[in-house]
T-cell receptor
Framework: DAGVTQTPRHEVAEKGQTIILKCEPV?????LFWYRQTKIQGLELLSY????????DGGAFKDRFKAEMLNSSFSTLKIQPTEPKDSAVYLC??????????FGPGTRLLVL | QQQVRQSPQSLTVWEGETAILNCSYE??????FPWYQQFPGEGPALLIS?????DKKEDGRFTIFFNKREKKLSLHITDSQPGDSATYFC?????????????FGEGTKLTVSS
């Protein structure tokens, strides 16, 4: 079975741009998570979907970050507008509703 | 407020030694504790996990020791190998049936020197 797929692997954006990151979860998984990873803050949850319903939207990330599940096998994370402090690795993970989350390789975002 | 804490932030051991990574938590409702291993350029991957009904979980060279009373756990890596060099994250959740959300610690970067 294919694991979690994320595209692009690397993204460079100018401040103020809109960027869209993509994620394909493991086939059959009902739970999908978006995380941001930085050296200082570690792994921070941005959004959590269960069966395409938004369960958690990450509080502090609400204003410029919007995650969507367009169908059970595809999710996007939109950052609008981007700021330099958004530079980080964005990770997508999926789960079958059990305890193990399977992570994708991440998208490394650099905002200039 | 950080609910899961890890120490040390970084650790260096010699090949063949035992590495001990520590983790503590605050929320007594947590009952599932996975450890994830992450190599540079990759996403974290589940290494080993334990539920709160057990005090020890072993998988090859990796062992979790769990102290529910003190809300502490530790990951022991025996006979450490250079290939074990990675960042290790302790996480916690309330397990199956409840929220699948994991709370991650800050991570411990392990370097195994040969």
């Amino acid at each position: 079975d294919a694991g979690v797929t994320q595209t692009p692997r690397h993204e460079v954006a100018e401040k103020g741009q809109t960027i869209i990151l993509k994620c394909e979860p493991v086939s059959g998984h009902n739970d999908l998570f978006w995380y941001r990873q930085t050296k200082i803050q570690g792994l921070e949850l941005l959004s959590y979907f269960r069966s395409k319903s938004l369960m958690e939207d990450g509080g502090a990330f609400k204003d410029r970050f919007k995650a969507e599940m367009l169908n059970s096998s595809f999710s996007t994370l939109k950052i609008q507008p981007t700021e330099p402090k958004d530079s980080a690795v964005y990770l997508c993970a999926s789960s079958s509703g059990g305890d193990t989350q399977y992570f994708g390789p991440g998208t490394r975002l650099l905002v200039l | 407020q950080q609910q899961v804490r890890q120490s040390p932030q970084s650790l260096t051991v010699w090949e063949g030694e035992t590495a001990i990574l520590n983790c503590s938590y605050e929320d007594s409702t947590f009952n599932y504790f996975p450890w994830y291993q992450q190599f540079p350029g990759e996403g974290p991957a589940l290494l080993i996990s334990i539920s709160s009904v057990s005090d020890k979980k072993e998988d090859g060279r990796f062992t979790i020791f769990f102290n529910k009373r003190e809300k502490k756990l530790s990951l022991h890596i025996t006979d450490s190998q250079p290939g074990d060099s990675a960042t290790y994250f302790c996480a916690a959740s309330i397990g199956q049936g409840g929220s699948a959300k994991l709370i991650f610690g800050e991570g411990t970067k392990l370097t195994v020197s040969s």
